[in-house]
Each structure stands twice: as C-alpha cells, then as structure tokens.
C-alpha cells in the first residue's frame, strides 16, 4: 500500500538557522509530491509540489524541495527560517491509481528567537 | 474570493446525538473530500465525491455519512457520534481528481463528543 512517512514529529529550531523536514513516500511508477503547511488554528495551504520535470521545486517564502527518486524522498528546506515558519508542515502523495493525497503524519516546526 | 467555507468550526456534543458539519466551495471544483485530523496521525480520508450524486468511502469511513445532491456543497453526516469521533475535520476540493490539481481545504472544524 502506498504510504507517506514523515521521520520527525517535532523539530525546534533557532530563527535564522537551516532547517530540514524529511518525507519519505513509498516507490510507485508515478507519484506526485507535495508540501502543505498549516499555521496554528487554520486549515492547510499548499505550499509546493512536484509534478514532473525540474527535481528541485521551490516556494513564494524560500522554502524548496528536492524529488529524489533513487531514495523515494522528497525532504523540504530552508536555509534561514523566520519566527513566522512555526507551523505544521505536511507531505503527501499523490498516486496514479486513484488520486487521493495521502498524507504523511506531520512535523511540527518551532523557530524560536 | 475563492474558498472553501465549512461550519460550524467549533462543536462540543454528546455521544449520540446526530450531527451534520457542512461543507461549501465556490469555484465549481467536481472533487470534494473529508479529511479528519488527529495527533501523530496525520489526516486520514473519511469520504470523497467525485461529483455530483457520486460519493465513495476513504480510508475511515466507519460512523460518518456524506451527501453529495448540489456540486458546491458536500455535509459530512454523524449518526450516532462517539467519543472516538472527537477530532479535527477538514474538507476540501479540487478540479477533477487529476494528480496535477491542488487541493483547497477549509478552516477545520473542531468536534469534540462527551
């Protein structure tokens, strides 16, 4: 079965510092990959995805993303991170069979100053 | 301003006693899905519409009904509520169900079942 991991739960980290949220997804022939994030008390906002073509896919707000196919990844980045980046990010996967997401479990992301 | 509107977003029941959170888009997207959120969990499908009159079951569909009878909107039903039902719930939609469309989601709504 067809199955998004995200390996950390919670990551803290200090403003201006790099981050890295790690997504695994589970090897299909075609997969479609996305980062949603989720501000405290609100619902989720696409932050990027990748679809075909160019393996490095980057947001509006200097996140980007790396399609690796040889590992199955798709970890998100930011080389410095903002107070206002504390949220939950989300993974998910898109399969060809059906096209529901399948979402990853969460990273909750705490900048602190 | 496109968007998908959902309500109430803040419910605090019994078990038991029947329940309806509604689900509203405006920008004629022929997909729509319910989505619950819990902690460690991710989100989970509860239910799907490809369009109208076309419903179909997700991943945890046990104790939830939907309707689907106008494109725009799309009610996720409790019967008979119970406490494992206390969650945070989503709905969203999008153009068609292929893989390339985003899906946008709604503001939650925050059940909670005594």
């Known amino acids: 079965a067809q199955s998004v991991t995200q390996l950390d739960s919670q990551v803290p980290v200090f403003e201006e510092a790099p981050v890295e949220l790690r997504c695994n997804y589970s090897?299909?022939?075609?997969?479609?990959l996305f980062w949603y994030v989720q501000y405290p008390n609100q619902g989720l906002q696409l932050l990027l995805k990748?679809?075909?073509?160019?393996?490095l896919v980057e947001s509006i707000n200097g996140f980007e993303a790396e399609f690796n196919k040889s590992q199955t990844s798709f970890h998100l980045r930011k080389p410095s991170v903002h107070i206002s980046d504390t949220a939950e990010y989300f993974c998910?996967?898109?399969?060809?069979?059906?096209?529901?997401?399948?979402f990853g479990q969460g990273t909750e992301l705490s900048v602190k100053p | 301003e496109a968007q998908v509107t959902q309500n109430p977003r803040y419910l605090i029941t019994v078990t038991g006693k029947k329940l309806t959170v509604t689900c509203s888009q405006n920008m004629n997207h022929e997909y729509m899905s319910w989505y619950r959120q819990d902690p460690g969990l991710g989100l989970r499908q509860i239910y799907y519409?490809?369009?109208?009159?076309?419903?179909d079951k997700g991943d945890v569909p046990e104790g939830y009904k939907v309707s689907r009878k106008e494109k725009r909107n799309f009610p996720l039903i409790l019967e008979s509520p119970s406490p494992n039902q206390t969650s945070l719930y989503f709905c969203?939609?999008?153009?068609?169900?292929?893989?390339?469309?985003?899906?946008?989601f709604g503001p939650g709504t925050r059940l909670t079942v005594t």
């Open positions: 519409s490809m369009n109208v009159e076309v419903t």
């Open positions: 090897s299909s022939v075609s997969v479609y």
């Open positions: 969203a939609s999008s153009r068609f169900l292929a893989s390339n469309y985003e899906q946008y």
């Open positions: 990748y679809l075909s073509g160019s393996t």
């Open positions: 998910a996967a898109r399969y060809n069979q059906g096209g529901k997401l399948i």
